[in-house]
């Protein structure tokens, strides 16, 4: 499908429906650029492996820092949404959206308590470790804590105030 999907969006010569947007951010000292191209034209040739397909779409992520470009990526993909259900600029958002909460709840985890390394594999031992730390997360989220990891450390060096917090509420 990758190749499908990749032949696809390179054929600028096809006599397709696309519809694109592209919005452009910055921060972290760089400017994004994001390119999001969809086209609704490949589902009756991919329904035959994939049900339920309303379109595909392609989106690039150009990143420059101090005027040269440092990084493009190209990501491709269907979704169920139709297109008058989800255009461009929503399929783009959607797709942000997703990396907003890998980034702020799976990296941290892995980031804070390493969990993709982790060793521990007997029973339901690692489903336990895995809701011991999203609470671990969300209470240092009500908390208002910006740096989990420093947080934690002093928690572990004052056992007494992380049991007084627990113990006494928010």
């Given at each position: 499908m990758?190749?499908?999907?990749?032949?696809?969006?390179?054929d600028?010569?096809?006599?397709?429906r696309?519809?694109?947007?592209?919005?452009?951010?910055?921060?972290h000292?760089?400017l994004d650029?994001?390119?999001?191209?969809?086209?609704?034209?490949?589902?009756?040739?991919?329904?035959?492996?994939?049900?339920?397909?309303?379109?595909?779409?392609?989106?690039?992520?150009?990143?420059?820092?101090k005027?040269?470009?440092?990084?493009?990526?190209?990501?491709?993909?269907?979704?169920?949404l139709?297109?008058?259900?989800?255009?461009?600029?929503?399929?783009?958002?959607?797709?942000?959206?997703?990396?907003?909460?890998e980034?702020r709840?799976?990296?941290?985890?892995?980031?804070t308590?390493?969990?993709?390394a982790?060793q521990?594999?007997?029973?339901?031992?690692?489903?336990?470790?895995?809701?011991?730390?999203n609470?671990?997360?969300?209470?240092?989220?009500v908390?208002?804590?910006?740096?989990v990891a420093?947080?934690?450390?002093?928690y572990d060096?004052?056992?007494?105030?992380?049991?007084?917090?627990?113990?006494?509420?928010?």
């Amino acid at each position: 499908m990758w190749k499908d999907l990749k032949l696809f969006f390179e054929d600028h010569a096809a006599d397709v429906r696309w519809q694109c947007h592209r919005d452009v951010s910055s921060g972290h000292g760089r400017l994004d650029i994001r390119v999001t191209t969809c086209s609704p034209d490949l589902r009756d040739y991919l329904a035959q492996d994939w049900c339920g397909i309303g379109q595909v779409f392609c989106l690039e992520r150009t990143s420059i820092q101090k005027g040269t470009p440092t990084n493009r990526e190209v990501h491709y993909g269907i979704t169920s949404l139709a297109p008058t259900q989800a255009d461009a600029e929503r399929i783009g958002t959607l797709h942000r959206a997703h990396w907003a909460i890998e980034n702020r709840l799976h990296r941290r985890r892995d980031v804070t308590f390493k969990e993709d390394a982790s060793q521990i594999r007997t029973k339901h031992a690692p489903a336990m470790l895995a809701v011991l730390h999203n609470t671990m997360l969300a209470c240092m989220n009500v908390l208002g804590v910006k740096n989990v990891a420093s947080q934690r450390r002093f928690y572990d060096a004052h056992p007494w105030d992380a049991a007084h917090l627990i113990f006494q509420g928010f």
